[in-house]
Structures are given as structure tokens and as C-alpha cells.
């Protein structure tokens, strides 16, 4: 009886210290300002990449370098981020060092999948990002619905849990979602230390939520 007293206090014990780890890593957003800031971008198949790839367009080279995380068999996103930079390079001359990686995970969920084994399927594809996270180790994740963003920013967070670095995770909700957020989005809206909006009404359902207008 006492042994099962003693582990329970002791589970008690860590239970409670992630809790407020976790707690604090959310709260935290101190940044350190610098010339450049390496940025993991999640691409994921059709609009999210066109979409994603309009926003990195508008930020400036002082975000590099980039990282690009997409599903393993999703060729259509590394086609669009190759002819992404090589266009960006050719607009500017400054950016032709600028660098850039495409890295590839297995997908949360398959399209059809049933949703009992997409919990396996995302633990498979968690266990594989978060030793893709430890080694970029980016300043910034910036993603927008895939469902592959949710296991990479569920490592970032792990990895400010665990005392690695703070990555401040940016979510982009996307501008088809006029009045309810994606699956992905109810997920990481407790996750993310920035979740941005394209529509007032997703602003009056999540007032936390920062509404910035239609940035894509």
C-alpha cells in the first residue's frame, strides 16, 4: 500500500511539474532581437502551400535560414517551394545564398484514413519530427493547417519543455476558414504563441486570436 502511495505522489509530483513547465513555455515570449532568424515552415499539398508560400514572400531575408518540412510523398509542395526560391532569387540577387532545406515526414493522416488509427499514425510521424526539431533547432515554426503541422509544433513545444530552446510557433489560420477553425487550428490554438485569423468572425469566436485582415 505504501508503494503505490509513493508512486502515485511521485506521478502526482511530475504530473504537476509538466503542467507548469508547459505553462510557462506558453508564456513565455522573450526574443532576443538578431539580424536573422531561422524559420521551419510546414508546406502541406494544394492551397496550404500556395498559401504559405504567398506569406514567405512578403517577409524579408532576414528569415533564413529556411527550413520546409512537407509530407514524404508530396512532390507537388517541393515542386512549388523549389520554383518559390529559385523565382526569389532571380527577383533579387541578394538572395542567391540565401539557403534552404526541404525536409520530409510520413503524414498524420492519410486522405480517407479512419480517425482511430490516425492516432498512430501521428505518434509515428511525432517520433520522426521531433529529431528533425532538435536539429534545425529554428527560431520560428510559421505553418497553416496541414496536418502535418501539428506533430512538428507539438516537438517545438517539447523542445522548450524541455529546457532546449524556446520556439515561438506562429499559426496561420487559412483564409477559407471564414467561420470555423480547421482541425488542425482547434488543435494548435492552444498551442501556438501567435495564431492569427483572416476574418472578424473567427476574431469575435477567439478573442485571443489575432485578426490581421486577409494576409494571403
Not at 520546409?68 to 520554383?83: G, R
Not at 526560391?85 to 480517407?112: C, F, G, Q, W
Not at 501521428?122 to 521531433?130: P, R
Request: proline share 5%.
Amino acid at each position: 500500500m505504501m508503494c503505490v502511495l509513493i508512486l502515485a505522489a511521485a506521478a502526482g509530483a511530475v504530473a504537476a511539474f509538466l503542467i507548469l513547465r508547459i505553462w510557462v513555455v506558453l508564456r513565455s515570449r522573450d526574443f532576443t532581437p538578431r539580424e536573422s532568424l531561422s524559420i521551419l515552415v510546414v508546406a502541406g499539398s494544394g492551397g496550404h502551400t500556395t498559401e504559405i508560400l504567398r506569406l514567405l514572400g512578403s517577409l524579408s531575408n532576414a528569415y533564413s535560414p529556411r527550413h520546409y518540412v512537407i509530407a514524404d510523398a508530396d512532390e507537388m509542395s517541393a515542386n512549388k517551394i523549389n520554383s518559390f526560391e529559385l523565382d526569389r532569387a532571380d527577383r533579387d540577387p541578394n538572395n542567391m545564398y540565401t539557403k534552404y532545406y526541404i525536409h520530409r515526414i510520413p503524414r498524420s493522416r492519410e486522405v480517407r484514413q479512419s480517425w482511430p488509427s490516425t492516432v498512430f499514425t501521428t505518434l509515428h510521424s511525432m517520433w520522426l519530427s521531433f529529431p528533425l526539431i532538435h536539429q534545425v533547432k529554428p527560431d520560428l515554426v510559421l505553418c497553416n493547417g496541414p496536418g502535418t503541422c501539428v506533430p512538428i509544433c507539438v516537438s517545438a513545444l517539447l523542445l522548450g519543455i524541455l529546457g532546449i530552446k524556446k520556439v515561438i510557433i506562429v499559426y496561420v489560420e487559412s483564409v477559407c476558414r471564414v467561420e470555423t477553425l480547421s482541425l488542425s487550428g482547434k488543435i494548435l490554438f492552444h498551442l501556438s504563441d501567435y495564431f492569427i485569423v483572416q476574418w472578424p468572425a473567427l476574431k469575435e469566436k477567439y478573442p485571443k486570436s489575432v485578426y490581421l485582415g486577409r494576409i494571403v
